[in-house]
């Protein structure tokens, strides 16, 4: 299948792996572009731009199709080495980087006079017109219905999605909700070049994360999902747990006067309790309603060749049928 995100960052199928916390290693990265799609290493997992180098000779040594870099943008007090990243990115010859969080637009320049194609998440048009017009080669369009950081505007993809079609002249994929053969030929349907999954990757044989976390999202539906941080303006979609219960009564109890501070133990260095050694209630981790879609733990290319056979069996078979009746 040929799109304009195929041609963009030189991949077989218009398949993208989002960077994920403790999830977006050089393992799962590779077995994804391996696969014909676009994996992503995530930047900020890695604790130095040292590591971040070696994670990526990690995903060379693995593969020798295209894969990412996801760098996202926090304001923190303590901020990564973002500079540093960035030059480990450049150095190792990294075709593509996808930017999240924050404007990119200091690191821009950078990026693009080293020839890297750049990608950035955006929960709504306006964002995706300020990448736009900063010059971004394409944007990840992500849905209310997404795991993480969904913004503030709560629009679902089907709205989403043909109103970036409608505004945007760079390429997009969508993001949120995605699983399968079905999204990707509706994204493809309301004028997106491709998708992203994130959810969907976590729940197959190379992501390196423990196998409780997997079997927690097989047997999740799409009701198991909380929305957290919304007091805070800092919205994350996470997989219920009691941990996520016990912060959402926090919000409930203090209301307008809550802090982040106020919920620290359910929010801060979770991640590696939870992706490398299972503890599933240790706190609130990032997970979409689209866990109401995944059935099984198939390795990525068993996942990427079953959409793309499933994809075009549905618009020359079933589609294709309903012109021909």
């Not at 020839?115 to 971004?136: E, F």
């Not at 709205?159 to 079905?182: C, Q, T």
């Not at 747990?241 to 260095?269: C, H, M, S, T, Y």
């Not at 240790?282 to 879609?293: F, P, Y």
Request: proline share 5%.
């Amino acid at each position: 299948m040929k799109t304009r995100i195929t041609e963009l960052f030189g991949i077989k199928h218009p398949i993208i792996q989002g960077g994920m916390h403790y999830v977006g290693f050089a393992e799962l990265a590779a077995a994804v572009s391996n696969a014909g799609g676009l994996g992503i290493i995530t930047g900020l997992t890695q604790p130095s731009a040292a590591a971040l180098a070696d994670e990526i000779a990690k995903c060379k040594d693995m593969t020798d199709k295209p894969f990412g870099v996801n760098l996202t943008f926090l304001p923190v007090v303590n901020q990564p080495d973002y500079p540093g990243m960035v030059k480990a990115i450049i150095d190792a010859g990294v075709p593509v980087v996808e930017t999240a969080g924050n404007n990119p637009q200091a690191v821009l320049p950078h990026l693009k006079d080293a020839g890297i194609k750049v990608i950035h998440k955006c929960t709504s048009v306006r964002h995706s017109l300020k990448a736009q017009s900063i010059g971004c080669d394409a944007v990840s369009v992500d849905g209310f219905e997404c795991g993480g950081h969904p913004g503030e505007d709560d629009i679902p993809n089907m709205i989403l999605l043909p109103r970036a079609a409608d505004e945007l002249e760079i390429p997009f994929v969508a993001s949120g909700g995605m699983a399968d053969a079905r999204s990707l030929v509706a994204s493809l349907a309301m004028g997106a070049d491709g998708m992203n999954m994130g959810t969907r990757f976590i729940a197959t044989q190379e992501a390196p994360v423990h196998e409780n976390v997997k079997k927690a999202i097989v047997a999740a539906t799409e009701l198991d999902t909380r929305l957290v941080m919304r007091p805070l303006r800092n919205t994350e979609r996470v997989l219920n747990n009691a941990a996520v219960e016990r912060l959402l009564e926090k919000e409930k109890d203090l209301g307008g006067d809550i802090k982040f501070e106020d919920i620290i133990q359910e929010v801060a260095g979770v991640y590696p309790r939870i992706m490398k050694e299972g503890d599933m209630d240790a706190g609130a981790w990032s997970c979409g309603m689209v866990a109401g879609l995944i059935n099984d733990i198939p390795t990525c290319q068993e996942l990427i060749d079953r959409i793309m056979d499933e994809a075009h069996a549905l618009i020359n078979q079933r589609l294709g049928g309903l012109l021909a009746a």
